[in-house]
């Protein structure tokens, strides 16, 4: 059962930066076609933030579009968000999602990690 697992979520002031990384355990992240990084404030509902494809082709949302970098390092099986100029409403617990070709929702989901930005 492929499981996705972040780290480097934590607490820092606005203008920071963070680097999150999905790690992809008992599987290769090349089996998926999409991965993705979504997060949930408190109070919120779950957003997407930003994708990337097997092609390397990135998209983002608009509240994160030059701030933030996704990534994907095929040979180490993770999935990178460098998230800069953090601003206090980008705190929220962000999750990576898996999504296999064909399937039209992301199935695979891992645990989040927090990210707390303070003035």
């Known amino acids: 059962q492929v499981q996705l697992a972040e780290s480097g979520g934590g607490s820092l002031q606005s203008g920071g930066s963070l680097t999150l990384d999905c790690a992809v355990l008992?599987?290769?992240?090349?089996?998926?076609?999409?991965m993705a990084w979504f997060r949930q404030a408190p109070g919120k509902e779950r957003e997407w933030v930003a994708a990337i494809d097997s092609d390397g082709s990135s998209t983002y949302a608009y509240s994160v579009k030059d701030r933030f970098t996704i990534s994907q390092d095929n040979a180490k099986s993770t999935l990178t968000l460098q998230t800069d100029s953090l601003k206090i409403e980008d705190t929220a617990v962000y999750y990576c999602?898996?999504?296999?070709?064909?399937?039209?929702?992301?199935?695979?989901w891992g645990q989040g990690t927090q990210v707390t930005v303070s003035s």
């Open positions: 999602a898996g999504r296999k070709c064909g399937v039209p929702k992301y199935e695979y």
């Open positions: 008992s599987g290769d992240i090349t089996h998926f076609y999409f």
